[in-house]
């Protein structure tokens, strides 16, 4: 009696099963050609404003951005900042500039969110009895990770610049609180 015998390795057995079911996958895709643009309908505008005005302090900011929801995990956008800030008797400051913004929702509650912002800051100081008068100007760059509870077009958080230097930065620290809304 003779007999034949086959003998194969698992190694072996993966790469044949692999190809042989890659093959009939790959027969089994549909493709679409969708010929409606839906880019709009994937883009939400939001930002922010702010106006604080104290005993001759002034802080006034607007943060247009807008996003693109690449698919319900994951959103990239962009953002403009513009601000003044003026403390009566000792300067005068304008911020403006630009962010890249990228959105991670692993779940629908929780956001991750990475924001590269670059913006030039333009002061003036008076002079005092102590300096004379004098501009700083400088730009300002800030890697912004963060993390926030989600809900609905609203997310509240914290972001942390990996970025920050104490000697020469616009935010007088790291951390940040922040509100995001998009509509």
């Given amino acids: 009696m003779n007999r034949i015998v086959f003998s194969i390795d698992c190694k072996s057995l993966f790469v044949i099963l692999t190809v042989l079911f890659s093959s009939y996958a790959s027969a089994q895709q549909n493709y679409v050609i969708d010929n409606n643009n839906h880019f709009w309908e ?3 505008f939001g930002g922010g404003i702010g106006l604080g005005i104290g005993s001759g302090y002034t802080d006034i900011s607007v943060m247009p951005s807008a996003i693109y ?3 319900e995990i994951v959103a990239v956008g962009v953002g403009l900042q ?3 800030l ?3 008797n000792y300067y005068d400051s304008f911020v403006y500039g630009g962010s890249l913004i990228g959105l991670v929702n692993p779940i629908p509650e929780v956001q991750l969110s990475a924001e590269l912002e670059q913006v030039r800051v333009n002061t003036d100081y008076e002079a005092t009895n102590y300096r004379p008068a004098f501009s700083d100007n400088f730009w300002n760059t800030a890697l912004y990770l963060g993390a926030g509870y989600r809900t609905g077009n609203v997310t ?3 972001r942390y610049d990996v970025l ?3 000697e020469k930065s616009l935010y007088g620290s790291a951390f940040m609180p922040f509100v995001r809304v998009y509509f």
């Fill in 82 to 84: 513009f601000g003044y």
């Fill in 156 to 158: 509240i958080g914290a």
């Fill in 69 to 71: 929801n690449v698919n």
């Fill in 86 to 88: 003026a403390s009566k």
């Fill in 164 to 166: 920050f230097n104490d």
């Fill in 42 to 44: 994937k883009v939400q």
